[in-house]
């Protein structure tokens, strides 16, 4: 590859809009319904149910604030590396993939389910799981480009 021709790296993640202050929003929301239920309860008597309703409201924050960190270690990274087009990949539970293909063969497939697939002679890796519908046309266009300035440069 000559000198002038440009790296290529995407890295996306998946979208997380909840951050610390949603995240106390909602909790407060949940104890504010637990302690609601809880009185209600309480008055007819039934005092017992107030603690299994604040044992699930802290359980429930809990689990999504164990979900929202465990998405948010998942990433996914496409670079032209030489004549390697190398696709690295972390889930949420924080398995790593990774796949190589000849920069030079491959190309982009977009199947009728709207999924975008890289294509290296019999190999195919998916790619932008975590964009939207706009953003993955966006980084085709930008990897197709990426991937004709390669050919051209070699």
Sequence with gaps: MSADAAPFRLVSTPPNSFDPRGFRVLAGLLVGAAGAGSAVFAAVGAWPVAGFLGLEAVLA???IARHAKRSAAA???VTIEGDRLVVRARDARGRFSRTDLDAYWARLERPADGRLLLV???RRVEVGRFLSDAERDA?????????ARHRRAV
């Design 139 to 147: 980084f085709a266009a930008a990897l197709a480009e990426a991937l």
């Design 75 to 77: 990433v996914e990274e």
């Design 120 to 122: 290296s002679r019999q």
């Design 61 to 63: 924050a809990w689990l």
